[in-house]
């Protein structure tokens, strides 16, 4: 007699494709967010790491 299942048509159930999609795109947002924070921390790494270089050979009088 049912129509299925009720707990499908409330808002808030896990399973219902809106929610499941508000999940993945939380999830791919998230994603995305942290790669560009550790692109941001290799960069910042490799530039500092050269700038001690840098002052290094100005140390050594290599470099002026």
């Known amino acids: 007699m049912g129509g299925g299942d ?3 048509k409330k808002s808030w159930h ?3 494709l ?3 999609e ?3 795109k939380a999830e791919q947002k998230h994603e995305a ?4 924070i550790e692109e941001l ?3 910042l790494q490799e530039e500092r790491a050269r700038e001690e ?4 050979a100005e140390d050594m009088g290599t470099v002026r």
Do not use: C, F, G
């Open 6 to 8: 009720l707990n499908l």
């Open 14 to 16: 896990p399973q219902t």
């Open 18 to 20: 809106r929610n499941v």
């Open 22 to 24: 508000k999940v993945w």
């Open 33 to 36: 967010e942290r790669k560009k």
């Open 41 to 43: 921390q290799r960069e």
């Open 53 to 56: 270089m840098q002052r290094y």
